[in-house]
């Protein structure tokens, strides 16, 4: 497991009735849980949600009092595939992943799971990585929620509508035989802020009750006739049934209603934005106080009609503040409006954004375009905030600032194992012209970015060589390679895309980034991780399941600092006579929880006085003529320019920064390469042994009666 | 009423009366302590008496990335008054943030060019230090951003700006930047928080408690100390001639204008070091018939002088194996590398060095016949190369790699008669014969072809491709003068040369003026 420790939070999980929880967002969501005597949690980690499943990891014990079962799941459709513990036990389940990426791969269960409908409440957490910072493809939920019938909360960022959505989401989805899923928007899952906790409460029919007592119910399975059942159950029982108890337990909320003759309608998610826009026009104030009613959906998914049709009876206008796209809100409002034959016109994307994240300055400028059309009266225009007026002019050095601000994409860390397999890529291309590669979703997927800009496109977690698989065909010789990490290879890589190249007898390159942990999502553990987890299998070998599946051709890497063995395998790959799929296991451990392990033993062992060798890599200003090669074919952090010390050279020298850890690469690329001589490898020996202080002694008398010779010629050129 | 219609200055005072957020944004790169910055932020609040509120967009960006962390804090009075909680936004409003603190200078320009940081609010705290971006490391030549355009901007968009080398200050103290940060955020007083508040957030946070509290007090002493007269251009030390440079260093100065002194001085030193006196004295006589270039009528400024001279000293102290193994032994170097490596006097160090000599290097320093007979010789050659392999690591620091380092500079005085010696000399002359041919009549080209042996550098392939890029351009030349503006013309074959590490690049721009390709070595 991921040397990380999340005792403090764990802590929190504790609190009982009346105390106060100060923390994040999704300890929130986890704390929330507990308190709803939930059975059951799974989830596949993966920002913004990986916290929850940290936490819990590290909270067994009081999972185990609690007689609460968690698992890290194979994938996003496995943890799905896990609520179905509910369909006939009344035994509330939560599962959580990244969004909408693993709603994707969960689609196929939770599609079966809203077809047959639940007893227990069935909760799908999503983290909705959805704007600025985001690392996958830009789409909403909501679509999943519309086409399985799952209800849908998006609840107001605060800590308690953040809890309290939780504990409503299983009631109301008990109440209707519907799962239900909770939208947390990444900056709501990482805001930190308070609440009142309850107790936890073990749940009162447990999963032994459940195995112990089997039930069935062959109407609950998707087949015909159960499954032309499912489709009229969820129109005449569970819709109805979803609107009535929403309505009736408000989970929506209306503010200031009748203060004007118009009004927004907006998602929870989006409810601080607003405030703030309101606040900033001299609208509201910073308590939430409106002169605009409001009108604030914490369910998006289903519209509550009559609730719609009340808000908008008398109302000239409304705003829509809907995040992403479609608008699939604005549309259905114009829907029930239109049936209703309601007058009150819709506005929402057409002075908001058709595309992109709704920042504070978008939701502002939005507004006060609809203010000024609805209620011009209300602006006081010498009041109005800086970010709706114009840029200030005055300033020239804007245009030349924006010209030197260069972009700061994340990348690989200092000693990253992944690194040298694109160095020894790019040296092995060098020598063989470039190929096709087809990459995965991982932190080796920075590599389509400079310096290696190697990639030419991603399918998905553990599609990479899935992607590749049109790739072949007898008429070239030349051969694809595609990446895969070890994180996406046991989610569904073997599968997909490893029995897929076997089976259809590919004669291409699959590398499989073997680093002992899912480290992209913060260093979990997979069953091919080498530490020995208590509570899960692991030390599983790759090679083997690889093997298993069929594959001939499998070489192992097991130091990829060797960047001329990666270099030369690859060749040997792409080169060889021998067809079929091969397969190289490029292994080495993540250098960040490397780090985070050796550490602290590393101060252990030197404070226990024992002998200890640091490494780090340095570069010789005086021989290094900056042409910053090596910063080409690595693009460590720790590896970068500085000032040229000397006098008559101009451009900066490459340097090494002391956060070096020795990982070996640079001087592997110098020698790969043949690049200069400037590198070293510096060697500091901690409690040094007697003979190791000899040996330097004896060294040290000749080196510098040698040196004062240099220095005695030296002193004639300069003083 | 259209935003078009609009002053461009929010008034100050709007609503006055209304209790209202303090928003503060960090910006920071993932992993360098941002978060750490926040959580005392939000510490320190929720302990004197304020509502705090923060949050992050970490995600992948927790590898090195440009992150943003939000705190907004509130009131805790105001929100008793009101008899309810303050609404806190997720993200900071253009315009609406009191705080700014950047961990690096471009990230510092990266918040100004996002509306973040404005006169009428603002307090910007930057750290001076760069963090260089991937792009302006990788470049050929220097794609450093330009430092000053960060300061400039800074002083004209925030109402309050305070930049010292904030990471350098928490180095010093063996510390994290946060805590200089934290520091510096004491001391401009923007927060409602004493000092002692800041202190007992760092204190309850409980870890490294004594080296966050130094870097604080250190990050707190800069910001409220005067601001730094703006920094000069880091100018390396002009060397200082010795006993046997005398004589030369004193026709020097006697001989040519003041203003090429520091660069001459610098060459001649380099030369003499190098190679020896006398070699140190051809480097004068070459660049006699450039001074007087100089004084002839046109010769603007000694800039001809200088640029021709920094090259010349450059090239005429090529990198061979001699010189490689003369800079790694000495005394200087080892103090250098004990200082970087930050040995301490209980601990040894020992140096290795990662050589790969191929065929061409040996043979660069072997006497001109047996030199260019082994690269003739396929055999030969290939039995070099074998024979070092995948390359050598060479202990430096032990009496057996010592002794051969020393051993290789000692070659220094066989250097004239080597193979490399011969060409390069032959080389610098048709170059020099170019710089003068051109000055005649161009003084403005003649400066750009005196820059152009800035194209050829490091080792190996890369050398190799400097070199075939530089001939590429001293082969264009004649028909280049024949065009219109030449002088700008080679400028931008020049940095099409440093555009990419294949020559393509170089190849189109001269494809495109219809300019012979490729040279020859």
Redesign the interface.
Known sequence: MAERFFKKEVQKLYLGEGQEF?GEGILAVTKALLQSGVSYVAGYQG??ISHLMDVLTDANDILVELGVHFEHSASEATAAATLAASVNYPLRGAVTFKSTVGTNVASDALANLASGGVIGGALIIVGE?Y?????IMQERSHAFAMKSQIWLLDPR??LPSIVQAVEQGFALSEATNTPVMLELR???C????RFIAKNNVRPHFTLKDAMENPVRDASRVVLPPGSFLHEHEKIEKRWPAAQQWIRENRLNEVFANGAQDFGIILQGGM???V???L??L?LG?????SQVPLYVLNVTYPLIDAEVKEFCAGKRAVLVMEEGQPDFIEQNLHAILRKAELPTVVHGKDMLAMAGEY???VV??GI?KFV?SYG?NL?E?????????????K?D??P???S??????????TGCPERPIFTGLKLAERELGPHHVASDIG?HL?SI???FNIGAHTMGYGLGWASAAAFNTHETSKRTISFMGDGGFWHNGLTSGVGNAVFNQSDSVLVIVDNSYTA?TGGQDILSSQARNPIRTTRLSIADAVRGVGVKWIKTITRTYDV?AVRDIFKEALTTKEKGPKVIVAQSECA?NEQRRLKPLVKKRIDEGQRVVRE?F?V?A??C?????C??LS?C?S???A??????????VATVL?SCIGCGV??EV????????S??????????SAW??MK?R??NT???L???R??RR?????? | ???????????SG??AA????INIAILA???EGGGVLADWI?DLA?NSGYL????????????????IYYVEL?PED??RA?G?????????????VDVVIASEL??A??A??R?LV?P?RTTLIASTNR????????????G???AD??L??GG??ARVFIHRDFAALAEQNRSVISATLFGALAAVETLPFRRQQFEAAIERGGISVSSSLKAFAAGFAAATSPEPVKSEP????????????AALAARMTAGFPPASH??LL??L??L??YQD?AYASTYLDRLEPIRSLAQQPGGHDAALLTETA?YL??WMSY?DAI??A??????A??ER?HA????AD???????????P?VEEFADILPVALGSWLLKTGWAARLVNRLTG??K?LQ????WG?LQL?WL?SLRRWRPKTLRFQREQQRISNWLEQVKDVAQVDYALALEVAECP?LV??????YLL?SRNFESLMRALPRLRQLDNPASRLKDLRHAALAD?TGKKLEDALAKLNLPQGGAL
Do not use: W
């Not at chain 1, 104030?285 to 106080?289: L, R, V």
């Not at chain 1, 030197?404 to 860390?413: L, Y």
């Not at chain 1, 003529?625 to 090669?629: A, I, P, W």
């Open positions: 100060r920002a913004p990585d704007g600025e910072g985001s690392s960022p605060n990444i900056r709501a990482h805001v930190h802020g409810y601080n934005a405030v703030r826009a606040e900033l001299d104030n910073a308590f939430g106080d920042t504070a300055a502002t400028r006060l000024e011009n602006l225009p010498q009041k109005l905030p800086t970010v709706v007026r114009p840029p200030a002019t300033s050095t804007l030349i600032l924006q030197q601000v260069q972009p700061r994409p994340p990348s690989f860390c932190c920075f970015l400079p310096p992209a001329a960040l780090r340095g010789d005086d021989t003529t900056g042409d910053h090669s910063i080409r693009g952090p590896l970068t320019i000032p040229n010390p000397d006098l008559l050279r101009q451009d900066p002391d640079c001087g110098a020698h790969a390469a043949r690049l200069c001589p590198f070293f490898r510096a060697e500091v020996i901690s409690n040094p190791d202080r330097a004896f060294r000749v080196i510098q040698l040196q004062r240099i220095d030296l002193a004639r050129v300069t003083t | 009423m259209p935003i078009s219609q609009l002053s461009q200055s929010a008034p709007t609503g209304a209790a209202r957020s790169m993932g992993g939000v929720e705090a509120q923060t949050t992050s967009v970490p995600g992948v960006a927790q590898r090195t990335g440009s992150t509130f105001a929100a009101a309810k909680q303050p609404v806190l936004a997720l993200m900071p409003v253009p315009g609406e471009m990230e320009g990266r100004i060019t509306g404005t009428d963090v260089y971006a991937m792009t302006e490391k990788i470049a050929m030549g220097d450093r951003a330009d355009a960060f400039q901007a004209d968009a880091i100018v390396s030390a002009v060397p200082k001639a010795g006993p046997g440079l520091a660069i610098a060459g030193a380099r003499a070091d006196i920094r000293a450059l990198e010189r490689v003369d800079l790694k032994t000495r005394r170097r080892f590398v970087d490596a930050r040995v209980d601990q040894l160090l020992l140096i290795n060095e990662f050589l790969h191929r995948k390359g690591i430096t620091t032990s009496l010592f020393y500079a800035r550098k490091g080792y190996g392939d890369t400097g590490d």
